[in-house]
């Protein structure tokens, strides 16, 4: 869990604080003082540190100047300085004393998380000093059939790597005529798409960049076109291109792929470092995971990168998981619960559970699957979540 030091001598913003970051899933250090700030960052290891500026002992600024000292070249503690002037004097002052951002109180919730999850995602990429190369996995999220839950899934899976692991993530809607990215997250169609990289003469960084959408849960999102007829429009050499780069950018890009097994669909899971082949227990879908299972088998993809991924697993089917697992010859590799409110209320909303019920079982679960993701993909480059 990402632990988080406040450092701030008022109680009602301390009790605040606790409470919004707890909610937040953070791990949360108070210090009522400069000088217990100071000790708390170095017996506790924050991820990053919310300081007053007004503070008994040692002031705000002291303590950022005290620990840029001590720390050194090779590590970077994000800190958000917390002021009750508006003066741009005392923002200087802040920044130049080594704070990477600030605020001026009475500030808005809402306001606090994203500058402090867009530091966190900053900085967790620092290793040693240096800006870690990005892992660029790609995980394709693939439903056997409509309708078992691959884009609330893919959604998901990929707030929980940004918001649990820090990690950079792109989720790109695959799904080109009918993408539903847009709706699941309260998106207008006036937003760039992959549109806007096919229609340019080439693609290239910054062009894909440019394009990227960013969420308020800090992923950044690769958009379907906003009309089916464009869908049309993208080939295969450059959806491999637009990949080839989002890998380069991105720890995680994470696709939720259309049904139909061409060669767009191809180009996609030829990037692929696990393939989430997502169903559900009933006979069409175990039907088609079977000719699925086949079909990636012939194109010549291992089969270890394939993970079968029960939806709604505990629904009642008529089909139960030792039969679906039995008919299949195989193990799931995560099963899913079936929460069709939170489900369906996320996705109505345009907030996903993730992000707005990361304490609800299915946010729990995800969260499970992202760190499984981590675990496997990631063990040698874990960021600094301290
Ligand atoms: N674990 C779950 N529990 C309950 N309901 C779920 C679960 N996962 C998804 N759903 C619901 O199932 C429906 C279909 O979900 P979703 O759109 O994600 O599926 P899909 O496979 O991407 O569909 P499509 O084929 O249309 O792209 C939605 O109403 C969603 O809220
Ligand atoms: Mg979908």
């Not at 840029?68 to 200087?92: D, F, N, Y």
């Not at 792109?170 to 997250?185: I, S, T």
């Not at 088998?297 to 009642?316: D, I, M, Q, T």
């Amino acid at each position: 869990m990402t632990k988080i030091l406040v450092v701030d001598d008022d109680p009602n913003v301390q009790r605040l604080l606790r409470v919004t970051l707890k909610q937040e899933g953070f791990e949360v250090v108070v210090a009522g003082d400069g000088a217990e700030g100071l000790r708390l960052w170095e017996v506790e290891s924050p991820a990053l540190i919310l300081l007053d500026v007004t503070l008994a002992k040692l002031d705000g600024y002291e303590v950022a100047t005290k620990i840029r000292e001590v720390e050194g070249s090779g590590a970077h503690v994000p800190i958000i300085m917390l002021t009750a002037e508006k003066e741009v004097e005392q923002k200087v002052r802040g920044l130049r004393a080594g704070a990477d951002d600030y605020l001026v109180k009475p500030f808005h919730q809402a306001e606090l998380l994203a500058r402090m999850k867009s530091l966190l995602a900053r900085f967790s990429t620092r290793e040693g000093g240096g800006i870690r190369a990005p892992l660029g996995k790609l995980l394709a999220f693939y439903g056997a059939k409509g309708g078992v839950g691959t884009t609330t899934l893919a959604i998901n899976a990929a707030i929980a790597l940004h918001q649990e692991h820090t990690r950079r993530v792109a989720l790109v809607d695959g799904v080109l005529q009918f993408g539903d990215h847009r709706v699941f997250l309260d998106l207008g169609n006036d937003r760039k798409s992959i549109s806007d990289l096919v229609s340019a003469p080439s693609i290239d960084n910054d062009l894909v960049k440019s394009v990227m959408v960013r969420h308020d849960s800090g992923v950044d999102l690769l958009l379907a076109p906003p009309s089916p007829e464009d869908g049309d429009l993208v080939h295969e050499a450059q959806m491999d291109q637009a990949l080839t780069i989002l890998r380069t950018m991105y720890d995680y890009v994470i696709v939720d792929v259309e049904k139909r097994l061409g060669d767009l669909t191809l180009s996609v899971l030829d990037h692929a470092d696990m393939i989430f082949v997502v169903m559900t227990a009933d006979l069409s879908c175990l039907k088609n995971v079977r000719l699925v299972l086949e079909a990636l088998a012939r194109v010549g993809y291992e089969s270890s990168k394939v993970k079968l991924l029960l939806n709604r697993s505990n629904a009642f089917t008529g089909i139960s998981v030792q039969a679906a697992e039995g008919a299949l010859k195989r193990q799931f590799e995560f099963k899913i619960t079936n929460e069709y409110r939170v489900a369906i209320s996320a996705q109505n909303s345009g907030t996903p559970f993730a992000y707005s019920k990361p304490d609800s079982p299915l946010a729990r679960e995800i969260a499970a699957l992202a760190a499984e993701v981590e675990r496997s993909t990631a063990p040698a480059a874990k960021p600094v979540s301290r």
